[in-house]
């Protein structure tokens, strides 16, 4: 098992954020985690990434606990919602940044980054500035990033959320050929049930800081808390 | 309307530029009085009298420049961290309300109520004590001026560069610096102006002893001598102009 999270607990103040959340991730596997604003899910990205601490719980990477590791030792990626590209790098150097500080020779940050530029689409854009690029291309500039570094494990904090239909749509079909060439593991967060569900090789649905893993896609479909079978009468209905 | 437009705009240009002719030319006039408009004579040598060793307008320049330099330097990067560590604090804006305190109060007020451990710790007289005492005026504003940079975003950028790998040092110098570097222009060029207009504090800390220019200008219009109160002014303009200047030219241009 890549990743394995047990009784996870959060509170901010008062407020319950993590209710012993667990889950366990097999290599090159992606999960998909549903659910609502603020059920806690950013939270538990954060955790996973080293952003945030637990209350109580443990993570697990491949055998290995990393409760106490800074977030730059664990070599967990976390992408947020918005690209947050370097602003004062191109889109050569925000892709080669995690090379450039592992202090690899530029010969070999020249090879990688070109290849990587070149499967993403991006070699006419390779020296504009994070402001010249659309929603869309900062969305690869930000896969390239950190894929290049070969994580072991890519945590998608709704990576897709601001973008439109059609560049959404483009851009998950990107990550699933990506994630298969790259035999990414990752964990992938979202509030919209078809991207949920298109994403994932396995599923888990999270309200108010509790999280449920699903056996299969559909006992997830089935279960009426998804809001899965809202969706399909919806349809239904029209 | 177009004309009123162009009006106002000459109007306002004339009126920027004329506090800057008057003085260059009361600095080379040689007998200037009322009723007339210009001055009866011109002279080059009180220009000339600066690099003669009898002045020491030159040395206060240097002096002027050296302390307004140090102070923007360590304001700025005292300023930076400062920002930041309070930004992460729970109790931020008690922290950030507190360093209002040394800005609120008149630098003269503030000097004697300071002067007594400056005398206590032999400080005051000396260069040293006058960039202290300058710099607990210019690290408040620098961190209140800075403060503002440790957004949302800012953390946001420095989270990731974690998680791609990066420790302190390297999101400090290869993120954080980058990107901040406009405002940090902007922090050094106020705490300089800060510095090199400061008055109050300079001469009661330097109780005369460390001759800034902007204290040289006040002799000579307490001597009332407005030739060479006229001509140290000018020199004191000098500096923060060229510094605006190769901002404009150099710094900001390439931030576009």
Redesign the interface.
């Known amino acids: 098992m890549l990743l394995t999270v047990e009784n996870i607990n959060k509170r901010f103040y008062a407020e319950t954020v993590l209710q012993n959340v667990g889950l366990v991730l097999e290599q090159h596997r992606t999960l998909s985690i549903l659910g609502k604003s603020g059920c806690g899910k950013t939270t538990l990205l ?1 955790i996973i ?3 945030v601490f637990q209350d109580s719980g443990n993570i697990f990477l491949n055998g290995i606990n990393i409760n106490s590791l ?3 030792l ?5 992408m ?1 919602q ?1 690209p ?1 590209l ?3 790098l191109d889109v050569f150097e925000n892709i080669a ?2 090379l ?3 202090k690899e020779g530029p010969a070999a940050i020249e090879t990688k980054v070109d290849q990587l530029v070149g499967k993403l689409g991006l070699q006419e854009h390779k020296r504009k500035m994070p402001h010249q690029l659309s929603g869309g291309q900062k969305q690869r500039v930000n896969f390239g ?2 894929l290049i ?1 070969n994580p072991p494990l890519l945590l998608l904090d709704e990576p897709f959320s601001n973008l439109d239909t059609q560049t959404r749509r483009e851009m998950q079909q990107l990550f699933k050929e990506i994630a298969g060439e790259f035999k990414i593991t990752s964990i992938f967060v979202t509030h919209d049930i078809k991207e949920a569900l298109l994403m994932c090789d396995s599923i888990g649905y999270m309200k108010e800081g509790q999280l449920t893993i699903y056996d299969n896609k559909n006992s997830f479909i089935s279960d009426s808390n998804t809001g899965v079978q809202q969706e399909i009468a919806f349809w239904q209905s029209l | 309307m177009g004309g009123l437009k162009k009006a106002i705009v000459i109007i306002g240009i004339v009126l920027s530029v004329f506090p800057f002719v008057f003085l260059a030319l009361l600095s080379i006039a040689q007998d200037w009085r009322f009723p007339f408009l210009l001055p009866s004579y011109y002279q080059s040598a009180r220009w000339a009298g600066i690099f003669t060793e009898s002045n020491d307008l030159l040395k206060s320049l240097a002096l002027s420049f050296a302390i307004a330099i140090m102070v923007a330097a360590f304001s700025t990067i005292a300023g930076f961290m400062i920002s930041r560590t309070i930004s992460l604090n729970v109790k931020r804006k008690l922290l950030l309300f507190a360093c209002y305190f040394p800005l609120a109060l008149s630098p003269v007020i503030y000097s004697l109520l300071i002067n007594h451990y400056f005398i206590l710790l032999n400080l005051s007289g000396t260069i040293t004590g006058v960039i202290i005492a300058q710099l607990l005026i210019a690290v408040p504003f620098s961190i209140l001026l800075l403060s503002s940079f440790w957004s949302g975003y800012i953390r946001s950028l420095e989270d990731i560069a974690a998680t791609l790998g990066s420790n302190f040092s390297q999101s400090f110098f290869k993120v954080l610096l980058p990107v901040a570097r406009p405002q940090l222009l902007v922090c050094f060029f106020q705490t300089f102006l800060i510095s090199w207009f400061e008055f109050g504090l300079t001469t009661i800390i330097g109780v005369g002893k460390v001759q800034t220019l902007t204290l040289k200008v006040f002799e000579y219009i307490g001597e009332a001598n407005m030739y060479y109160a006229a001509l140290s002014s000018c020199i004191i303009i000098l500096p923060p102009a060229l510094f605006l200047w190769v901002n404009k030219k150099f710094v900001f241009s390439n931030l576009n």
């Open positions: 954060k990434a080293g952003l800074p977030p730059n664990r070599r967990i990626v976390y947020s918005e947050l370097f602003p004062h940044y995690g450039r500080i592992r990033r950190s570094i």
